[in-house]
Nanobody, 124 residues
Framework: QVQLVESGGGLVQAGGSLRLSCAAS????????MGWFRQAPGKEREFVAS????????DYADSVKGRVTISRVNAKNTVYLQMNSLLPEDTAVYYC?????????????????WGQGTQVTVSS
């Protein structure tokens, strides 16, 4: 059974940092593109970042570019999201996604597997 388990969320002040982790299990993920999405209350789930399986190249949403770094350790089946200079508008539930089956890595309906999410709250 495939599982994605996010951790590392919490409450942080604006300007602070958090490192989210996504531990994947149940299959090999080294050939899967991995992504992070977020959903704020009353809003659509939106793309944050992704990392390509073949060359490790990242992609970022414009709203987080320069403040966020995505990385992965294939041997651990784990992907990370380092978030710095956090803003109140970064407050959301953050979801890990794995294995694109259609569309680009930013296409939220294109992922086969999803985690349950971890809450990130940034206070002003």
């Amino acid at each position: 059974q495939v599982q994605l388990v996010e951790s590392g969320g919490g409450l942080v002040q604006a300007g602070g940092s958090l490192r989210l982790s996504c531990a994947a299990s149940g299959r090999t993920f080294s050939t899967c593109t991995m992504g992070w999405f977020r959903q704020a209350p009353g809003k659509e789930r939106e793309f944050v970042a992704s990392i390509n399986w073949s060359d490790g190249s990242p992609d970022y949403a414009d709203s987080v570019k320069g403040r966020v770094t995505i990385s992965r350790v294939n041997a651990k089946n784990t992907v990370y999201l380092q978030m710095n200079s956090l803003l109140p508008e970064d407050t959301a539930v953050y979801y890990c996604a794995a294995c694109t089956v259609v569309g680009t890595s930013a296409y939220r309906y294109g992922y086969k597997y999803w985690g349950q999410g971890t809450q990130v709250t940034v206070s002003s």
